[in-house]
């Protein structure tokens, strides 16, 4: 089941200056586990321009994962994956390249989602080419 939330939004621009950033979410084979409900307020506002910025830095279709979230009477959060990823809050987004996690976006961030990750991403590649731990 998709998220039409994450259809990528029409008037999308990156906000200059954050291009290095989003280009980043697309520069290596990252896996994008993207939780989100099309009923979540914060995911209708947040998700159609991570979408489009996805778009924008080139990541494939099949490498991005949707995960439907229902929301209990009780607040909490049901849905696949949910559990195994200790997801609370929505939009939750989990980057990881060879089926480990290198970076997570929980609901709200100063920055948008793509341009919080794609500056997780671009500082965990220039510690892995300049061989910092």
């Given at each position: 089941m998709q998220?039409?939330?994450?259809?990528?939004?029409d008037d999308?621009?990156?906000?200059?200056?954050?291009?290095?950033?989003?280009?980043?979410?697309?520069?290596?084979?990252?896996?994008?586990?993207?939780?989100?409900?099309?009923?979540?307020?914060?995911?209708?506002?947040?998700?159609?321009?991570?979408?489009?910025?996805?778009?924008?830095?080139?990541?494939?279709?099949?490498?991005?994962?949707?995960?439907?979230?229902?929301?209990?009477?009780?607040?909490?959060?049901?849905?696949?994956?949910?559990?195994?990823?200790?997801?609370?809050?929505?939009?939750?987004?989990?980057v990881e390249?060879?089926?480990?996690?290198?970076?997570?976006?929980?609901?709200?961030?100063?920055?948008?989602?793509?341009?919080?990750?794609?500056?997780?991403?671009?500082?965990?590649?220039?510690?892995?080419?300049?061989?910092?731990?």
């Amino acid at each position: 089941m998709q998220l039409e939330t994450l259809t990528p939004a029409d008037d999308w621009e990156p906000e200059p200056g954050t291009e290095d950033a989003l280009n980043a979410l697309g520069d290596d084979d990252y896996t994008f586990h993207v939780w989100g409900g099309d009923w979540c307020i914060d995911c209708q506002q947040q998700l159609p321009a991570f979408g489009a910025a996805l778009e924008y830095a080139g990541v494939d279709d099949d490498q991005i994962e949707h995960y439907p979230v229902e929301k209990e009477d009780d607040g909490s959060k049901t849905g696949p994956g949910v559990e195994e990823y200790g997801i609370e809050y929505i939009p939750t987004v989990v980057v990881e390249r060879d089926g480990e996690e290198v970076a997570r976006f929980v609901e709200s961030a100063e920055d948008s989602i793509a341009v919080t990750l794609g500056s997780e991403l671009r500082v965990l590649t220039n510690d892995a080419v300049s061989g910092d731990d």
